[in-house]
Nanobody
């Protein structure tokens, strides 16, 4: 069974930085792509960042562009999210996700596996 485990969440002040990690285990993949989503209280889950299916491109939500960076370690089936210049509106539960087939990277339904989520709270 595939498991995605996130780490690195916590409480940070406005303008601070955090780095999230997500490790996938349980099976090998001939090809895959990973991304990050988040869900704030009372809001729907939203796309944050992702790799393209080829792995050659990265995509970001407009709200995080220039502040967040997604990266990965293929050998470890691990994806990272470096978050800088954090704002109160970044407060949310952050989820990593993995898709084992090509799909629309912004859509949660394109992803087959999800982590349990990690809380990020940005205090002002």
């Amino acid at each position: 069974q595939v498991q995605l485990v996130e780490s690195g969440g916590g409480l940070v002040q406005v303008g601070g930085s955090l780095r999230l990690s997500c490790v996938a285990s349980g099976r090998t993949f001939s090809n895959y792509a990973m991304g990050w989503f988040r869900q704030a209280p009372g809001k729907e889950r939203e796309f944050v960042a992702a790799f393209s299916w080829s792995g050659e491109a990265t995509y970001y939500a407009d709200s995080v562009k220039g502040r967040f960076t997604i990266s990965r370690d293929n050998a470890k089936i691990t994806v990272y999210l470096q978050m800088n210049s954090l704002k109160p509106e970044d407060t949310a539960v952050y989820y990593c996700a993995l898709r084992s087939r090509s799909g629309w990277y912004r859509e949660g339904r394109s992803y087959d596996y999800w982590g349990q989520g990690t809380q990020i709270t940005v205090s002002s």
